[in-house]
Protein backbone atom coordinates (compact mmCIF):
# COMPACT_ATOMS: atom_id res chain seq x y z
CA UNK A 1 0.00 0.00 0.00
CA UNK A 2 1.41 3.65 -0.96
CA UNK A 3 1.45 6.07 1.80
CA UNK A 4 -1.20 8.84 2.72
CA UNK A 5 1.29 11.18 2.30
CA UNK A 6 -0.52 14.04 -0.27
CA UNK A 7 0.86 16.65 -2.43
CA UNK A 8 1.89 19.60 -0.56
CA UNK A 9 2.61 17.94 2.99
CA UNK A 10 5.48 18.38 4.75
CA UNK A 11 8.18 15.43 3.13
CA UNK A 12 10.99 16.57 4.89
CA UNK A 13 10.15 14.08 7.88
CA UNK A 14 8.03 11.68 6.33
CA UNK A 15 9.14 8.36 5.61
CA UNK A 16 8.88 7.02 2.14
CA UNK A 17 7.07 3.49 2.08
CA UNK A 18 8.71 1.12 0.04
CA UNK A 19 8.12 0.36 -3.27
CA UNK A 20 4.72 -1.95 -4.01
CA UNK A 21 5.94 -5.53 -4.14
CA UNK A 22 5.40 -7.82 -6.96
CA UNK A 23 2.40 -10.20 -6.00
CA UNK A 24 3.51 -13.92 -7.00
CA UNK A 25 -0.09 -15.77 -7.59
CA UNK A 26 -0.98 -18.52 -9.48
CA UNK A 27 -2.85 -17.82 -12.99
CA UNK A 28 -5.50 -19.84 -12.49
CA UNK A 29 -7.37 -19.18 -16.10
CA UNK A 30 -4.15 -21.07 -17.36
CA UNK A 31 -4.28 -23.62 -14.90
CA UNK A 32 -8.23 -24.15 -15.23
CA UNK A 33 -7.91 -23.74 -19.39
CA UNK A 34 -5.49 -25.79 -20.46
CA UNK A 35 -5.93 -28.96 -18.43
CA UNK A 36 -9.53 -28.59 -18.83
CA UNK A 37 -9.66 -28.34 -22.61
CA UNK A 38 -6.99 -31.91 -22.16
CA UNK A 39 -9.68 -33.27 -20.06
CA UNK A 40 -12.55 -32.69 -22.42
CA UNK A 41 -10.80 -34.45 -25.37
CA UNK A 42 -9.71 -37.10 -22.39
CA UNK A 43 -13.01 -37.69 -21.57
CA UNK A 44 -14.39 -37.45 -24.80
CA UNK A 45 -11.93 -40.52 -26.41
CA UNK A 46 -12.62 -42.24 -23.06
CA UNK A 47 -16.52 -42.32 -23.89
CA UNK A 48 -15.99 -43.43 -27.33
CA UNK A 49 -14.13 -46.26 -26.82
CA UNK A 50 -10.53 -47.28 -25.40
CA UNK A 51 -7.66 -44.06 -24.87
CA UNK A 52 -4.94 -46.66 -25.38
CA UNK A 53 -5.95 -47.03 -29.41
CA UNK A 54 -4.50 -42.93 -28.97
CA UNK A 55 -1.35 -43.89 -27.83
CA UNK A 56 1.26 -44.93 -30.63
CA UNK A 57 5.33 -44.57 -29.43
CA UNK A 58 6.63 -43.49 -32.43
CA UNK A 59 3.68 -40.76 -33.47
CA UNK A 60 4.95 -39.40 -30.22
CA UNK A 61 8.56 -39.80 -31.30
CA UNK A 62 8.15 -37.90 -34.55
CA UNK A 63 5.46 -34.98 -33.02
CA UNK A 64 7.42 -34.43 -29.91
CA UNK A 65 10.98 -35.22 -30.66
CA UNK A 66 10.42 -33.64 -33.96
CA UNK A 67 9.20 -30.52 -32.35
CA UNK A 68 11.95 -30.03 -30.03
CA UNK A 69 14.24 -30.72 -32.64
CA UNK A 70 13.47 -28.41 -35.54
CA UNK A 71 12.62 -25.72 -32.53
CA UNK A 72 16.18 -25.89 -30.95
CA UNK A 73 17.36 -25.54 -34.56
CA UNK A 74 15.99 -22.72 -35.30
CA UNK A 75 17.19 -20.57 -31.76
CA UNK A 76 19.90 -20.78 -29.47
CA UNK A 77 20.49 -23.81 -26.70
CA UNK A 78 20.77 -20.60 -24.41
CA UNK A 79 17.13 -19.24 -25.63
CA UNK A 80 15.46 -22.49 -25.23
CA UNK A 81 17.16 -23.18 -21.90
CA UNK A 82 16.31 -19.92 -20.87
CA UNK A 83 12.46 -19.87 -22.23
CA UNK A 84 11.29 -22.62 -19.54
CA UNK A 85 11.74 -20.08 -16.29
CA UNK A 86 9.23 -17.68 -18.78
CA UNK A 87 7.17 -20.00 -19.55
CA UNK A 88 6.02 -20.61 -16.00
CA UNK A 89 5.47 -17.15 -15.83
CA UNK A 90 2.14 -18.19 -17.49
CA UNK A 91 1.68 -20.36 -14.74
CA UNK A 92 2.71 -17.99 -11.64
CA UNK A 93 2.80 -14.43 -12.76
CA UNK A 94 4.34 -11.54 -10.53
CA UNK A 95 2.62 -8.85 -10.97
CA UNK A 96 2.76 -5.23 -9.70
CA UNK A 97 -0.15 -2.73 -8.80
CA UNK A 98 0.69 -0.17 -11.78
CA UNK A 99 -1.97 2.56 -9.67
CA UNK A 100 0.20 2.42 -6.51
CA UNK A 101 3.44 2.01 -8.73
CA UNK A 102 3.11 5.50 -10.43
CA UNK A 103 1.85 7.12 -7.07
CA UNK A 104 5.12 6.08 -5.27
CA UNK A 105 6.64 7.42 -8.37
CA UNK A 106 5.46 10.79 -7.78
CA UNK A 107 5.91 10.34 -4.06
CA UNK A 108 9.83 10.38 -5.01
CA UNK A 109 9.80 13.13 -7.47
CA UNK A 110 8.28 15.23 -4.61
CA UNK A 111 10.98 14.23 -2.19
CA UNK A 112 13.91 14.65 -5.00
CA UNK A 113 12.57 18.23 -5.87
CA UNK A 114 11.77 19.67 -2.42
CA UNK A 115 14.79 17.95 -0.65
CA UNK A 116 17.35 17.17 -3.66
CA UNK A 117 18.17 14.08 -5.34
CA UNK A 118 20.59 13.28 -2.04
CA UNK A 119 17.56 12.58 -0.18
CA UNK A 120 16.43 9.77 -1.43
CA UNK A 121 19.87 8.23 0.02
CA UNK A 122 18.23 6.86 3.23
CA UNK A 123 14.89 5.69 0.60
CA UNK A 124 17.30 3.99 -1.34
CA UNK A 125 16.61 1.08 0.86
CA UNK A 126 12.96 0.60 0.46
CA UNK A 127 13.23 0.29 -3.41
CA UNK A 128 15.46 -2.53 -3.62
CA UNK A 129 12.24 -4.53 -4.18
CA UNK A 130 11.74 -2.63 -7.57
CA UNK A 131 14.62 -3.50 -9.80
CA UNK A 132 14.87 -1.48 -12.55
CA UNK A 133 14.54 1.81 -10.30
CA UNK A 134 16.81 1.07 -7.55
CA UNK A 135 19.55 0.88 -10.35
CA UNK A 136 18.09 4.45 -11.64
CA UNK A 137 17.74 6.26 -8.63
CA UNK A 138 21.32 4.96 -7.82
CA UNK A 139 22.51 6.25 -10.60
CA UNK A 140 20.45 9.61 -9.77
CA UNK A 141 21.84 9.95 -6.38
CA UNK A 142 25.70 9.06 -7.76
CA UNK A 143 25.52 11.93 -9.96
CA UNK A 144 24.32 10.78 -13.41
CA UNK A 145 22.08 13.07 -15.77
CA UNK A 146 18.77 11.89 -16.36
CA UNK A 147 19.76 11.12 -19.94
CA UNK A 148 22.43 9.00 -19.06
CA UNK A 149 19.81 7.57 -16.34
CA UNK A 150 17.50 6.98 -19.59
CA UNK A 151 19.89 5.61 -21.76
CA UNK A 152 20.78 2.90 -19.15
CA UNK A 153 17.15 1.81 -18.34
CA UNK A 154 15.85 2.22 -21.57
CA UNK A 155 18.78 -0.95 -22.45
CA UNK A 156 18.09 -2.86 -19.85
CA UNK A 157 14.09 -2.42 -20.51
CA UNK A 158 15.25 -2.97 -24.37
CA UNK A 159 17.50 -6.70 -22.86
CA UNK A 160 14.10 -7.67 -20.95
CA UNK A 161 11.64 -6.70 -23.38
CA UNK A 162 14.20 -9.14 -26.13
CA UNK A 163 14.23 -11.84 -23.54
CA UNK A 164 10.32 -12.03 -23.42
CA UNK A 165 9.70 -11.93 -26.92
CA UNK A 166 12.16 -14.65 -27.66
CA UNK A 167 10.32 -17.21 -25.76
CA UNK A 168 7.11 -16.12 -27.13
CA UNK A 169 8.68 -16.77 -30.53
CA UNK A 170 9.97 -20.05 -29.53
CA UNK A 171 6.10 -20.91 -28.97
CA UNK A 172 5.03 -19.74 -31.91
CA UNK A 173 7.53 -21.51 -33.64
CA UNK A 174 6.39 -24.56 -31.64
CA UNK A 175 2.81 -23.82 -32.53
CA UNK A 176 3.99 -23.67 -36.46
CA UNK A 177 6.36 -26.36 -36.38
CA UNK A 178 4.32 -29.45 -34.83
CA UNK A 179 1.20 -29.30 -37.14
CA UNK A 180 3.80 -29.68 -39.70
CA UNK A 181 5.78 -32.89 -37.89
CA UNK A 182 1.75 -34.35 -37.68
CA UNK A 183 1.81 -33.75 -41.64
CA UNK A 184 5.33 -35.95 -41.94
CA UNK A 185 3.86 -38.16 -39.51
CA UNK A 186 0.97 -39.03 -41.62
CA UNK A 187 2.92 -39.37 -44.87
CA UNK A 188 5.08 -41.85 -43.40
CA UNK A 189 2.38 -43.82 -42.14
CA UNK A 190 0.82 -44.00 -45.52
CA UNK A 191 3.96 -44.60 -47.26
CA UNK A 192 4.30 -47.52 -44.60
CA UNK A 193 0.37 -48.82 -45.69
CA UNK A 194 1.11 -48.54 -49.42
CA UNK A 195 3.90 -50.32 -49.20
CA UNK A 196 2.37 -53.24 -47.70
CA UNK A 197 -1.01 -53.50 -49.26
CA UNK A 198 -0.28 -57.29 -49.68
CA UNK A 199 -0.15 -57.64 -45.79
CA UNK A 200 -3.45 -56.62 -44.44
CA UNK A 201 -2.11 -57.15 -40.83
CA UNK A 202 0.15 -53.97 -41.64
CA UNK A 203 -2.74 -51.92 -42.40
CA UNK A 204 -3.84 -50.91 -39.02
CA UNK A 205 -0.83 -49.63 -37.42
CA UNK A 206 0.63 -47.55 -40.38
CA UNK A 207 -3.02 -45.50 -40.55
CA UNK A 208 -2.87 -45.47 -37.04
CA UNK A 209 0.51 -43.37 -37.36
CA UNK A 210 -0.51 -41.44 -40.36
CA UNK A 211 -3.85 -40.16 -37.90
CA UNK A 212 -2.41 -39.82 -34.41
CA UNK A 213 1.06 -37.82 -35.79
CA UNK A 214 -2.20 -34.94 -37.05
CA UNK A 215 -4.04 -35.24 -33.98
CA UNK A 216 -0.97 -34.91 -31.62
CA UNK A 217 0.34 -31.86 -33.37
CA UNK A 218 -2.69 -30.53 -33.66
CA UNK A 219 -3.46 -30.67 -29.56
CA UNK A 220 -0.06 -29.61 -29.45
CA UNK A 221 -0.40 -26.16 -31.29
CA UNK A 222 -4.02 -25.54 -30.12
CA UNK A 223 -4.09 -26.98 -27.01
CA UNK A 224 -0.31 -25.99 -25.54
CA UNK A 225 1.79 -23.32 -27.55
CA UNK A 226 -0.75 -20.75 -28.84
CA UNK A 227 -2.22 -20.27 -25.54
CA UNK A 228 0.95 -20.24 -23.67
CA UNK A 229 2.32 -18.09 -25.79
CA UNK A 230 -1.17 -15.60 -25.76
CA UNK A 231 -0.77 -15.47 -21.92
CA UNK A 232 2.94 -14.46 -21.83
CA UNK A 233 2.33 -11.55 -24.39
CA UNK A 234 -0.54 -10.85 -21.90
CA UNK A 235 2.08 -10.48 -18.91
CA UNK A 236 4.87 -9.46 -20.80
CA UNK A 237 2.54 -6.32 -21.96
CA UNK A 238 1.97 -5.24 -17.96
CA UNK A 239 5.80 -5.70 -17.37
CA UNK A 240 6.95 -3.88 -20.06
CA UNK A 241 4.46 -0.63 -18.66
CA UNK A 242 5.88 -0.72 -15.51
CA UNK A 243 9.37 -1.10 -16.58
CA UNK A 244 8.55 1.66 -18.63
CA UNK A 245 7.12 4.11 -15.87
CA UNK A 246 10.05 3.35 -13.93
CA UNK A 247 12.28 4.33 -17.00
CA UNK A 248 9.96 7.80 -17.47
CA UNK A 249 9.75 8.56 -13.92
CA UNK A 250 14.17 7.80 -13.05
CA UNK A 251 15.22 9.61 -15.94
CA UNK A 252 12.57 13.03 -14.83
CA UNK A 253 14.06 12.68 -10.92
CA UNK A 254 17.61 12.95 -12.40
CA UNK A 255 16.60 16.00 -14.83
CA UNK A 256 15.39 17.26 -11.45
CA UNK A 257 11.75 18.25 -13.36
CA UNK A 258 8.90 18.84 -11.56
CA UNK A 259 6.67 16.21 -10.13
CA UNK A 260 3.58 17.49 -12.13
CA UNK A 261 5.13 17.03 -15.31
CA UNK A 262 5.98 13.47 -13.92
CA UNK A 263 2.12 13.09 -13.38
CA UNK A 264 1.24 14.30 -16.78
CA UNK A 265 4.18 12.23 -18.60
CA UNK A 266 2.76 8.93 -16.44
CA UNK A 267 -0.66 9.19 -17.54
CA UNK A 268 0.30 9.70 -21.59
CA UNK A 269 1.22 5.96 -20.75
CA UNK A 270 -1.11 4.52 -18.77
CA UNK A 271 -4.12 2.95 -19.33
CA UNK A 272 -7.14 4.91 -19.47
CA UNK A 273 -8.69 3.20 -16.48
CA UNK A 274 -5.03 3.68 -14.57
CA UNK A 275 -4.62 7.11 -15.09
CA UNK A 276 -3.58 8.71 -11.58
CA UNK A 277 -4.74 12.26 -10.13
CA UNK A 278 -2.15 12.85 -7.48
CA UNK A 279 -2.01 16.11 -7.29
CA UNK A 280 -5.61 17.70 -8.04
Known amino acids: MVSNIGPGENLVSASLPRA ?20 LVIT ?4 GGSP ?51 KHLLQIAEIAKKKGVLALQKHLPHLKDSGMLYKGIEMVIDGSSGDDVE ?17 IRILRKAADISPAMGLIGTLVGLVQMLGNLEDPSTMGPSMAIALL ?38 ASIGRQESPRRLEMLLNT ?11 D
Open 151 to 167: AMMKQEYQTLAHRNDCT
Open 213 to 250: TTFYGVILANMVFTPLASKLERNSSENMLIASIYVMSA
Open 269 to 279: VLPPDHRIKYF
Open 52 to 102: DTFLDLKSIFIVFGGTLGIVTACFSLGEIKGSFKIVLQAFFHASRDTDATA
Open 44 to 47: AITL
Open 20 to 39: PRAKTSIDFATIAGIPGAFL
